[in-house]
């Protein structure tokens, strides 16, 4: 079955930047749009980018997204504390005929 | 603010169906696309399906013969009916807000907390 791979984890200092990558194949992110989630523990995932690169109303600009190839990557830049959470990739699988989400990948910010 | 919140049972027994209902709060279930999304202890994110305002579904084809989606626009509510549960169907359940296209992107924008459901006897 394809599935999107996430790093489990990374780690950066407050301030500085991360990247968190999202790999899948032609049938989803090379064909698709891609979105990403933030998730803390006991709260509602929230929305932080979606069709590759736009962020909803209220998401700062500290959030980036990009796509290529069968690649996606979510960018957070001036860490803060409060940026610990696990975040998700998620998109349309045209063989599937499903939405995929990534294994999720958990933000520590030392 | 949109707001959802998931209601249901905590404790199904294998083989009965989980019943969860979702009731969106400050806008209109109109025109907009209405998921469920579940996460299995220690698993990753699954995609259950969709239904919109005008009861038009699309269910994620591994559950599709478990799964009935409704809509009641009168109570601003959706629910979900999973039947034939076995302990695989213990998860985290979440509904979901997409947008006015589902195919615009398939993106969930609202999400609610969450509602740990475990299959046991």
């Known amino acids: 079955q394809s599935v999107l791979t996430q790093p489990p984890s990374v780690s950066a200092a407050p301030g500085q930047m991360v990247t968190i990558s999202c790999s899948g194949s032609s049938s989803n992110i090379g064909g698709n749009f891609v979105s990403w989630y933030q998730h803390l523990p006991g709260a509602a995932p929230k929305l932080l980018i979606y069709?590759?690169?736009r962020r909803p109303s209220g998401i700062p600009d500290r959030f980036s997204g990009s796509k290529s190839g069968t690649s996606a990557t979510l960018g957070i830049t001036g860490l803060q504390t409060g940026d610990e959470a696990d975040y998700y990739c998620?998109?349309?699988?045209?063989?599937?005929?499903?939405?995929?989400f990534g294994g999720g990948t958990k933000l520590t910010v030392l | 603010q949109v707001q959802l919140q998931e209601s249901g049972p905590g404790l199904v027994k294998p083989s009965e169906t989980l019943s969860l209902t979702c009731t969106v709060s400050g806008g209109s279930i109109s025109s907009y696309y209405w998921m469920w999304v579940r996460q299995p202890p220690g698993k990753r994110l699954e995609w259950i399906g969709y239904i919109n305002d005008s009861g038009n579904t699309n269910y994620n084809p591994s559950l599709k013969s478990q799964i009935t989606m409704s809509v009641d626009t009168s109570k601003n509510q959706f629910s979900l009916r999973l039947n034939s549960v076995t302990a695989a169907d213990t998860a985290v359940y979440y509904c979901?807000?997409?947008?006015?296209?589902?195919?615009?992107?398939?993106?969930?924008?609202?999400w609610g907390q969450g509602i740990l459901v475990t299959v046991s006897s």
């Open positions: 998620g998109t349309w699988d045209s063989s599937l005929s499903v939405v995929v």
């Open positions: 069709e590759h690169d």
């Open positions: 979901a807000r997409g947008g006015r296209d589902f195919w615009s992107g398939y993106y969930m924008k609202y």
